[in-house]
């Protein structure tokens, strides 16, 4: 039987987790760990101007009685049967980093995701007072391997969206994604090709993102590790962005805690004091950033390489501060701690 030395981690892993949810000696296989179910989510923000606050989001677990049969390809000719869906109640916050890209806030939030019978999703959608105003869709081939990914964001409805992205992965020998081509039917401006370079940050690590930058939208993004503790691999990566006439720079990193598909902490930290990681830096500090909500930041553990996958989207979800003279001395992060239930 797996007793979980690795799932020791399980020590770690469920620290996390709410001590009425699992106890340790409840998880002793990975199939039971990855049977588990998302019951809450805590948003832990520590802004600049605030002492760090908790906000609660509440999550429903909903089970269809009668499966619904779905295409899960792009070409709509391989079919699988959607199963279940979860809904998360998003919370009112004081003061917040993290916004919608519809525009949206106050109160009514919710996000509805759908998953298939092997727990892959097959979408995730953000309603406000039930109107549809985000909705992103994710496409299979017949092995899983996710192909497409659809966003669309609406300002109201039922008029056209306001933006559509239709984003086609396309893999390199190794199964990473080598680029990302974009068509956009709404933005022209915004569609093209993303091409990605990986590199390894230790003899042991896995190939990341890194090497030649990343230019998209005016932006260069350079992956790398550099900002995260001693450099840390792994668990914890980023990036850094320019604007391509060099006028300014912006920093982020992404740390988590992750076991098989289960994350139990995912925190997004806006570097404003690097302690002088990184190197130099040209052009203007700016002010803190922003960050846009996207799926991948509650899904990442359900799909191959979701850590990359979350990076690369942050041509998305990352919205820099405007350049400043004056640079803030205090980094800001938004912290997801995810819980769970058998």
């Known amino acids: 039987m797996l007793r979980f ?18 106890k340790d000696s409840d998880v002793t296989s990975l199939d039971q760990l990855n049977q588990l179910k998302l019951s809450g989510i805590e948003i832990v923000q520590d802004l600049n101007t605030a002492s760090p606050q ?21 070409n709509n000719k391989i079919n699988g049967s959607v199963v279940k869906q979860t809904t998360l109640e998003w919370p009112v916050f004081s003061k917040t980093k993290m916004i919608f890209r519809s525009k949206i806030s106050s109160g009514g939030i919710e996000i509805k995701n759908y998953f298939y019978t092997n727990g892959r999703p097959r979408s995730s959608t953000v309603y406000q007072n039930n109107k549809l105003k985000e909705w992103y869709s994710f496409y299979y081939d017949i092995n899983w391997k996710l192909t497409n990914i659809r966003s669309r964001v609406y300002t109201s409805i039922p008029s056209a ?10 893999y390199n020998s190794s199964g990473y994604v080598a680029s990302l081509v974009r ?19 230790s003899s042991n690590s896995a190939p990341a993102l890194g090497g030649n930058p990343l230019s998209y939208s005016g932006y260069n993004y350079s992956y790398s ?17 320019m604007a391509n006439n060099g006028s300014f720079n912006a920093r982020y990193i992404i740390s988590s805690s992750q076991t098989s598909t289960i994350i139990t902490q995912l925190q997004f930290e806006d570097i404003k004091n690097n302690g002088g990681n990184c190197g130099g830096s040209n052009g203007s500090p700016t002010d803190y950033d922003t960050y846009y909500f996207h799926p991948l930041m509650l899904l990442r553990g359900l799909f191959t390489h979701g850590d990359i996958l979350l990076n690369i989207y942050a041509v998305d979800w990352w919205q820099p501060g405007s350049p400043t003279n004056n640079n803030p001395n205090k980094n800001e992060t938004v912290t997801f701690n995810f819980k769970y239930a058998r």
């Open 5 to 22: 030395k690795k799932l020791l981690t399980l020590g770690s892993l469920l620290m996390g987790l709410s001590c009425s949810i699992v």
């Open 54 to 74: 908790t906000y609660s989001v509440n999550v429903t677990d909903s089970l269809y009685q009668t499966p619904v049969s779905v295409p899960i390809d792009i």
């Open 225 to 241: 590790n550099c900002n995260c503790p001693n450099g840390s691999s792994g668990n914890c990566f980023g990036a850094n962005l």
């Open 161 to 170: 969206d306001t933006t559509i992205y239709k984003d086609s992965l396309i």
């Open 183 to 201: 068509k956009s039917p709404t933005t022209p401006s915004k569609a093209g090709t993303l091409n990605l370079s990986y590199q390894t940050y």
